[in-house]
């Protein structure tokens, strides 16, 4: 198997790195597009796969190196809205392009998992469980104030944290809108608090690049 190697870039820095991509592996290129991906390939075997976190790029096949319609895509300003969720902590919040209009961070206890055995272990087992449907339920609440009423506007939904608990909160029926919107990656982030949901913007504007050498 070929060696592969991945990167994930901002748009801010993915024009020059796919440039010097193309000059490592002379052409003649091939670009072929989907909606979730872009994938390049040169003369001496190498290829290039691009997945931005937001899909949506125009689909066909062209000759040549043609990294324009992949950084268009990228450049776009769009309206997003973001749910991150882990069990203990949450937060929703609407971005214009960088700026954050909207937003709620929000922390429920649920215990760690206790190791003790017998009838306490499954009290607390009951305990914990109601605690962990309470902060999905919390989540979804706040859900429903921060992103819903923006629904109509949102070019994507992106989830961060852990990922069952994202859908968990999404598969509230009053989220519906909401839940179609959902790109398909869950972007991996620490315990959502205020400066962490502040940062998104940098993670669901990247786009995660895997390169393959020729062989």
């Given at each position: 198997?070929?060696?592969?190697?991945?990167?994930?870039?901002?748009?801010?820095?993915?024009?020059?790195w796919l440039g010097r991509w193309a000059a490592a592996h002379p052409g003649p290129h091939r670009s072929a597009f989907t909606a979730a991906e872009a994938r390049f390939s040169a003369a001496d075997g190498a290829s290039l796969l691009a997945r931005p976190v937001i899909g949506g790029l125009p689909e066909g096949e062209l000759d040549g190196f043609a990294d324009g319609p992949l950084l268009a895509h990228v450049g776009a300003e769009r309206t997003v809205g973001v749910l991150l969720v882990r069990l203990g902590a949450h937060a929703a919040g609407v971005f214009e392009g960088d700026r954050l209009v909207a937003s709620k961070v929000d922390r429920r206890?649920?215990?760690?998992?206790?190791?003790?055995?017998?009838?306490?272990?499954?009290?607390?087992?009951?305990?914990?469980?109601?605690?962990?449907?309470?902060?999905?339920?919390?989540?979804?609440?706040?859900?429903?104030r921060v992103l819903l009423p923006h629904a109509a506007r949102l070019d994507a939904v992106v989830g961060g944290g852990d990922r069952g608990a994202v859908a968990d909160v999404l598969a509230d029926r009053r989220l519906a809108p909401l839940a179609a919107l959902r790109v398909e990656r869950?972007?991996?982030?620490?315990?959502?608090?205020?400066?962490v949901l502040e940062a998104m913007p940098a993670r669901f504007r990247s786009t995660l690049l895997i390169a393959r050498e020729g062989g």
């Open positions: 198997m070929a060696p592969e190697a991945r990167y994930e870039l901002p748009p801010e820095r993915l024009g020059r206890l649920v215990h760690g998992r206790n190791r003790a055995g017998g009838q306490s272990q499954r009290r607390f087992e009951r305990r914990r469980a109601g605690q962990a449907r309470g902060s999905l339920q919390a989540a979804a609440e706040v859900a429903v869950t972007v991996e982030v620490p315990e959502p608090r205020l400066e």
